[in-house]
């Protein structure tokens, strides 16, 4: 059965970069059937999209934060990572990691990691 | 960017009820990449409806998705004590981008 599972800081100073890895375990992280990504949800607020990444490294940004985030694949590892730079206190939030089903017939996130609150704060 | 208003935003019901929760597009969006997830206090979302009406594995019958081009319902035809929730629409396009609606709060009345 796959799992997804999140790690790094819970807490990050204001302008420095936030890195989370998400490990999958159970299964393959190369597949060219799937697309890992990264979801965040601030307190009390809705689910947004940050990024994505095959294991071939195609990407996908939201592009409103394009310009600070980073995210890579470590096949050897079964793990992808997420940095985003320059965070403020709006980057406060449960950081979640999912798989992404990509196929022509439909797409979604199918499988998610449990979450990691990260809070932006000196 | 596809923004899709999702309304209510808080439905207040009794188990038993049935429920219908809206989903709107601000663009016309592919059927096959609309989804519905739902999320539990404390709890990541979990995929229910994908393709806007085919179940998730393990999602009970009673949950069911329909719509096409910009509107969009879920459906819970007799609710549950366990369906007291949050509920997610997320669609993908080719731009491509992924995006959620706002949510639809679930509550017992």
Same mark, same amino acid.
């Given at each position: ?7 790094? /800081?819970?807490?990050?100073?204001? *302008?420095?970069?936030?890195?989370l890895t998400?490990?999958?375990s159970?299964?393959?992280? *190369?597949?060219?059937?799937?697309? #890992?990504? !990264?979801?965040?949800? /601030? /307190?009390?607020?809705?689910?947004? +999209? ?5 294991? *071939?490294?195609s990407?996908?940004?939201? /592009?409103s ?31 979640? +990691?999912?798989? #992404?089903?990509?196929?022509?017939? !439909?797409?979604?996130f ?13 | 960017?596809?923004?899709?208003? =999702?309304?209510? $935003? ?5 188990? $038993? ?9 601000? =663009? ?6 609309? %989804?519905?997830?739902?999320?539990? @206090?404390? =709890? ?7 393709? %806007? ?13 329909? $719509?096409?081009?910009?509107?969009f ?17 997320? =669609?993908?396009d080719?731009? @491509? ?13």
């Open positions: 059965q796959l799992q997804l599972q999140e790690s790094g /800081p819970g807490l990050v100073k204001p *302008s420095e970069t936030l890195s998400c490990t999958v159970g299964g393959s992280i *190369s597949s060219s059937t799937y697309y #890992w990504g !990264w979801i965040r949800q /601030p /307190p009390g607020k809705g689910l947004e +999209c940050i990024a994505s990444i095959d294991y *071939s490294g990407t996908y940004y939201k /592009p934060l394009k310009s600070r985030v980073t995210i890579s694949v470590d096949t050897s590892k079964n793990q992808f990572s997420l940095n985003l730079s320059s965070v403020t206190a709006a980057d406060t939030a449960v950081y979640y +990691c999912a798989r #992404w089903v990509s196929r022509s017939s !439909w797409k979604a199918d499988i998610w990691g449990q979450g990691t609150m990260v809070t932006v704060s000196s | 960017e596809i923004v899709l208003t =999702q309304s209510p $935003g808080t439905l207040s019901l009794s188990p $038993g009820e049935r429920v219908t929760l809206s989903c709107r597009a601000s =663009q016309s969006v592919s059927s096959s990449y609309l %989804a519905w997830y739902q999320q539990k @206090p404390g =709890q990541a979302p979990r995929l229910l409806i994908y393709d %806007a009406s085919s179940r998730a594995t393990g999602i009970p019958d009673r949950f069911s998705g329909s $719509g096409s081009g910009t509107d319902t879920l459906t819970i035809s007799r609710l549950e004590p366990e369906d007291f929730a949050v509920y997610y629409c997320q =669609q993908y080719s731009s @491509p981008a992924v995006t959620f609606g706002g949510g639809t709060k679930v509550e017992i009345k």
